[in-house]
């Protein structure tokens, strides 16, 4: 599934909230060694960068387009920032990292069970792993992608489709607290106002959720598939008094210090 992180990119104020609540809970430590794992287009990097400023800091993503975008920004052109393509599901960390950041990467990763614990233990002694997964499988958002993809001509080829498994809170928890000094994990929506009503939520989804969906679609079926996910945006998220339409956003947060 390729991504374009200019897609991703129109909403960067909104996606980048999450990052800087996210890192402010990290307990404060010297860090030198920190890695963004899926680094998207570098916002997030350069939040860590502030966060971190003296770290030796790795943007890694397994998408060339998001890389050569964080290749581009002009605050990560400095000697002590790498931009790499890796693979989260197969990375290990060259040495021990003092903060390791996933900011809206990991839900794309089957096999928490084994990932998260293997990501804490790349981390040095007092080292925090800090985690920030989209929690909004069952939003409307979300919900209407997949009646749609059951119920269109298209219902054949998603037959086996499925994401992967997203966990809640307590799964993290009890996974990481025998392995962790400390694990705090909370949730928090946000409530994102848009201009542009429906359409907006469209284009916001067209930059994360709805990929895999039209990666599976012909360009004549992807066109009645947004057609039919416009309509349903439309029921489901009424536009507001100021004209702007109201997006709740659902988001786990968890920060783990070995």
């Not at 899926?38 to 890694?60: I, K």
């Not at 614990?117 to 989209?134: D, Y």
């Amino acid at each position: 599934m390729a991504w374009s992180a200019t897609q991703y990119s129109l909403f960067e104020d909104e996606r980048t909230r999450a990052v800087r609540d996210l890192l402010a809970a990290v307990p404060p430590r010297p860090v030198r060694h920190a890695t963004d794992l899926g680094c998207g287009p570098g916002n997030s990097t350069e939040v860590l960068l502030q966060r971190c400023p003296d770290a030796q800091v790795t943007a890694l993503d397994n998408d060339k387009d998001m890389i050569d975008k964080a290749r581009e920004r002009k605050r990560l052109h400095i000697p002590r920032v790498r931009c790499d393509i890796a693979d989260i599901a197969t990375w290990s960390a060259p040495e021990p990292q003092d903060l390791i950041l996933a900011n809206a990467s990991l839900q794309w990763v089957p096999g928490h069970a084994t990932l998260y614990p293997h990501l804490v233990r790349q981390l040095s002694e007092g080292g925090s792993l800090a985690v920030q997964t989209p929690d909004n499988l069952e939003e409307p958002a979300h919900r209407q992608l997949r009646d749609i993809a059951s119920q269109g001509p298209w219902a054949e080829r998603f037959a086996d489709f499925a994401l992967p498994p997203r966990h809640d809170a307590a799964f993290y928890y009890n996974l990481l607290s025998p392995l962790s000094a400390r694990v705090d994990v909370w949730r928090t929506t946000y409530h994102h106002p848009l201009a542009g009503g429906a359409e907006a939520v469209v284009e916001w989804f067209k930059g994360s959720a709805l990929r895999p969906y039209l990666a599976k679609l012909n360009e004549q079926e992807q066109a009645e598939f947004l057609a039919r996910y416009l309509e349903a945006m439309r029921q489901a998220y009424p536009v507001a008094s100021d004209g702007k339409v109201l997006l709740p956003f659902p988001r786990l947060f968890l920060v783990a210090t070995r």
